[in-house]
């Protein structure tokens, strides 16, 4: 694949850290995977980075890499370089970018892991040609990301969008994030446990597979133990799938009415199970969004991409960042990124108070990286920033990648 100058597209690497492991692929300018290499995730921040530096190291001994991107489940700051916060990663408030841009003497660009999979779909995946996107990834809680008019969009400090710690039932369950009633209580792999308990705590007769479960070791019970209950039609299971079906278009109706947009990208672990409640919940949002007879619906798929979106997006934002060398040249201007590339950069008017080690790095990650892109682009976009969906969702909540 050739950029708009004509030039080959570099390759880059896309890693993917999760709590539990690092995964690094080689991708190439179509999304292709080329390469890949996994490992463990350190628990301590020095022995992470050198983990990250070695799977750098070991896919550069085979390939000519030009930029590596991490997509992190966490909270990325607004300019991309540092991680806030990570409920599973041992940074905070810490520079990662420029300190692995040193290293290893290549570009380094940080996005929250649910950004990057949004942005993987829309280069080349089930989000591919949508104007204004939403991808809700649910696992062990949901992660969310947000396109709008084409572009990431992160909110103001990196953080947004929230979508799982949407408080749908006031005093409802008790929430990792120490708020009640998040939306992710109802619509995630824990909630499909949750609600399988509750259920049969009050009709403990009901059901014959599940019942035997809980009965037998409350806590061995997963939500792929229900989803494979409903698939065999055990009754209980198959009324959690339909309050899971019901919760998840209540919510995809919230985030309608103030986004309106025209696709819904559903990822997560329990994506892999949308067939038992994916036509449900659709019916429910076109219930629950405002004048839903007077207006389009968002369409509503489940992901393309899988687990691999989130290194496949981080990669491409990492190559994105090497398109035309405008940034440099252009910072402070308030207007990087716009000009010769067609890619708009949100982030232009803080440029200016960026480092410089993030400047040479992360630059202008928030890309239109081909010209079909760049029509829609924005000329001033808003703040720019990652939007960190996983961290305040506590413990066990996991966004983008991890949650396929
Ligand atoms: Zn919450």
């Not at 970018?97 to 080349?124: C, K, Q, S």
């Not at 209980?236 to 079906?245: E, G, W």
Request: charge should be neutral; proline fraction near 5%; aromatic fraction near 4%.
């Amino acid at each position: 694949m050739t950029t708009r100058n004509g030039r080959e597209a570099p390759l880059t690497v896309g890693i993917d850290v999760g709590g539990t492991n690092i995964r690094a692929s080689v991708v190439d300018g179509s999304g292709e995977v080329l390469d890949t290499v996994q490992a463990p995730t350190p628990h301590a921040a020095r022995a992470l980075e050198d983990g990250l530096a070695r799977a750098v190291r070991e896919l550069r001994s085979r390939h000519e890499i030009g930029a590596v991107g991490l997509a992190v489940a966490g909270f990325v700051d607004e300019t991309r370089s540092s991680v806030r916060f990570a409920p599973h990663l041992p940074w905070e408030d810490s520079a990662v970018a420029g300190r692995l841009t040193e290293r290893l003497g290549l570009p380094v660009i940080l996005e929250h892991d649910a950004n990057a999979a949004m942005w993987a779909e829309y280069r080349f995946g089930a989000a591919a040609g949508a104007h204004n996107g939403v991808l809700v990834a649910i696992g062990t809680g949901i992660g969310a990301a947000l396109l709008v008019d084409g572009r990431l969009y992160r909110g103001s400090y990196g953080v947004a969008p929230e979508l799982g710690h949407l408080q749908v039932v006031p005093q409802g369950r008790a929430c990792p994030c120490g708020k009640r009633g998040c939306w992710e209580r109802y619509c995630s792999g824990t909630a499909l446990v949750d609600t399988a308990i509750e259920m049969l705590a009050t009709d403990p007769m009901r059901s014959t597979i599940l019942a035997r479960e809980v009965f037998a070791d409350p806590g061995a019970l997963t939500g792929r133990k229900v989803a494979g209950g409903a698939q065999d039609g055990d009754p209980v299971a198959l009324q959690v799938m339909a309050d899971f079906a019901r919760w998840l278009g209540l919510g995809l109706a919230f985030v309608g009415d103030i986004f309106d947009p025209d696709l819904i990208v559903i990822a997560g672990g329990v994506s892999s199970s949308a067939a038992l409640f994916l036509d449900d919940a659709r019916e429910h949002y076109a219930a629950a969004v405002t004048g839903a007879r007077h207006r389009p619906l968002a369409r509503i798929r489940t992901t393309q991409l899988g687990e691999a979106a989130g290194m496949i997006g981080a990669a491409e934002l990492a190559r994105s960042a090497l398109e035309p060398a405008t940034s440099a040249s252009r910072s402070g201007s308030g207007v990087d990124d716009e000009s010769g590339s067609g890619e708009p950069d949100d982030r232009g008017s803080r440029t200016a108070a960026r480092s410089r080690a993030q400047r040479n790095s992360v630059k202008a990650a928030q890309p239109q990286p081909n010209s079909a892109k760049a029509t829609r682009a924005q000329p001033n976009g808003s703040s720019g920033r990652g939007s960190a969906n996983s961290a305040a969702r506590g413990p066990g909540a996991k966004t983008g990648t991890r949650r396929r």
